[in-house]
């Protein structure tokens, strides 16, 4: 798909996101900070990225997501667990970074921090019913088919 995209910091010409390999799901966020950033264990930043995408189609939405090296690793994850970008926001993305680790985590200017993952959204017409038609499952959950 082509994807309408707004550049709102000019160190980002010549840096634009890319998919990393042809078969990569998501385009990298970098940080957009004036300075390093040394986010220290449980704290939280809200982060630019210089960035403004308009899907315009409901039918789609973006993910921001942790990237997994530096959310498994150094426990740079985010504070909203996922970022969810609606298909008519116009603004910049934002990236609500969280150190979750116990150690510092340092953040230097355009490190690629987060990733941006599009996908197709389904938006549902409610219908209200008394009974619903019947399911194998029914209302069992939370490990009601067992371990194994
Ligand atoms: O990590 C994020 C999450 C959201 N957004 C932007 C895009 C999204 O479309 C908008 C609103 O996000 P969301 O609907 O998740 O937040 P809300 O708290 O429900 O705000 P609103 O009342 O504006 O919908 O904020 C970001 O830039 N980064
Ligand atoms: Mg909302």
Do not use: C
């Amino acid at each position: 798909m082509k994807l309408d995209v707004k550049i709102l910091d000019a160190r980002l010409h010549g840096q634009l996101p890319q998919y990393a390999t042809a078969g990569s799901a998501g385009l990298d966020l970098r940080a957009m900070l004036e300075q390093p950033l040394a986010l220290e264990p449980g704290q939280v930043e809200l982060i630019p990225t210089g960035l403004a995408i308009h899907l315009e189609d409901p039918g789609y939405a973006a993910l921001i997501l942790p990237r997994s090296g530096l959310g498994h690793k150094q426990g740079l994850v985010l504070g909203n667990l996922v970022g969810l970008i609606d298909s008519d926001y116009q603004g910049q993305l934002m990236v609500s970074a969280w150190n979750r680790s116990s150690q510092t985590v340092q953040i230097a200017p355009l490190d690629r921090i987060a990733q941006l993952v599009i996908v197709p959204v389904v938006q549902a017409s409610l219908n209200i019913v008394q009974e619903f038609v019947a399911s194998e499952r029914g209302a069992g959950g939370y490990g009601s088919t067992g371990k194994q």
